[in-house]
């Protein structure tokens, strides 16, 4: 007997063991037994688990007779949608607490992945089978990400998997009954036999994709799953340009003492009292904040000496003059204006007289940045000298003054109340209306029709891992339901690396503007807001229009990057987490559009649009 199961049991072995967690399910990987030439080694922690497995695999023949049923299974890209109840015959599941369901998948390796389900009463299910009430919480039901199922958001490790339902069932004052059983004749649920969808994973230094293909298997009557991997790279490495993007041990010997030498060099020639540098490493061109202040600046024609050192991002190589050039001019200007992180100058001691000043490009404060971050992932180290050394930093409002001076490292006299320049253009109408009517003669598709933006911020803890799961909006439902009355428009991050492809069934709905430079002009025209976590929420509060958060990651986002505020009474706006419940809030109209006015109050110190004269008047002119 025993032979005859560790021959089964081989053909099953477990490749990898691991915890996982994601959406406040417990996911885990397991192996509970292990199988050598003579014997079989059972987990002492798994035995009640591997018990069943066992009896089945023996040919021992159950005394309780399983019922399930899928009700309900659907995709959208590699998340999967099920439901139906699960029940043994004459045990009864009258009591919640009691019960416990999961979906396994079993790999052809042994590897076990199980993703425990919601219990959901028995009345609440699409069924018109006849149950007991004896079995009230039979019925279950999940929401499962394949891509982002691991412990570090990666996809579905790379095996072919089968389905089964597993039930747990203690009855007080008896035993525990526990039963494994595959689900059934699902094949009616998958268009044409088949589904697919892709999976991707992104940090600084790994791309993964990954190819998921669901299809009926018929000897089992379940589910087969396979995760196919397709690429897996540092794309720092990779490409027509990684010979441009390494940097070898000349180029970092120049890049951090030389260019540290020559500022200290240079600090010895005299400090130039009408000299501004606009330096970015996120932008490639001049916009925003910057846009705002160089423009105010030309138009009172001061005669200063402006220079623009932009790079569209911190992982773009500078040359060596650009490196020397930068040295020079953070050595000689009475004014550094920054608009957002720039590693380069945080080690720099700035010299007397020069000022150092941070036009954040966000507005408000809502996630936590910075310093604000110590001990949690991706913060920064304690030692770090990033942000610390600005002299001035604008923000909205004094309310939000010391999370900023948190957030940098320095001392909240230094935060200085101006107001955002970019705000300027809500209080401009005439602005606004050259605006509306340009975007509608260049897309005349935009009359007629009520808008909904799309502008979540990136995942990832930088522009090198920044992403979007796209996958977590369901597109079909969306179109189905909004088509004839709006059209989405999607403003994706300019960081975010994953492409994301329009499919051309729904091109008379959605539309791509990621690519459009300004996303406040686009605000103008914007019905609807549909956001998560951007600041964009603070710039759209101006005009008093609906919004909807959109944060499907919420208990995520708070464990892993946290808020100054509390996400919910923050908002200004109803919190969606799925597809279905934005589509509730749009056609109930159910904005709680009552918290923006206090929101606003709030966050915005001045409602004049003067934050541009201010910032010139109070960190430059006023310091000549």
Partial sequence: MLKRIVRKLRKRRSSASSNIVNNDLEYSIDKPLEIQKDRIIINKDKINESLPILNELAGKIEEYIPHRKITHLTWNGPILEIEGYFYLENIPMKNEDLVKKRLVLISSNSLKVSIPLQDVLIKDINTSDKISEEYSWAGFKSKVNFATITSHNRPLPEESYRLFLELDVHVLGDKLYKKSFPLGNIEHFLDNGFHSAKMEYYTARKEMKYNLLATYDLPLKTLKITSSKLKDMDPTVMGLDADEKQRG???????????????????????????????????????????????????????????????????????????????YHLATAKYILLDDFYPMIYPLKIRPGAELIQLWHAVGAFKTFGFSRLGRPGGPSPKSKNHRNYTKAIVSSHNVAKHYAEGFGIDVDKVVPTGIPRTD??????????????????????????????????????????????????????????????????????FVKNEFSIPYQYSDFYYDFSSYREINDLLFITDILITDYSSVCFEYALLNKPMIFFAFDVEEYVRTRDFYYDYHSFIPGPLAKTTEQMLSIIQKEDFKMEKIEPFVDYFFEDLDGNSTERVVDQLIIDNV
Avoid: W
């Fill in 425 to 494: 253009v809500f209080f401009n109408k005439e602005y606004q209306e050259n605006v509306r009517k340009n975007l509608y003669e260049e897309y005349p598709f935009l009359k007629g029709k009520k808008v909904i933006m799309f502008a979540p911020t990136f995942r990832g803890n930088g522009q090198q891992s920044a992403h979007y799961p796209m996958e977590v909006l369901n597109l079909e439902k969306l179109y189905h339901e909004l088509k004839d009355e709006y059209v989405f428009l999607f403003k994706i991050h300019p």
């Fill in 249 to 327: 041990v000349f180029y970092r010997l120049v890049h951090k003492y030389c260019f540290s030498l020559t500022y200290k060099l240079c600090k010895m020639f005299p400090l130039k009292e009408k000299k501004i540098i606009f330096a970015s490493d996120s932008r490639s061109e001049l916009s925003g904040n910057f846009q705002f202040v160089f423009d105010e600046l030309l138009k009172r024609d001061l005669d200063y000496d402006y220079h623009l050192l932009l790079k569209k991002g911190v992982d773009e190589k500078k040359s060596y003059k650009e490196i020397f050039t930068l040295a």
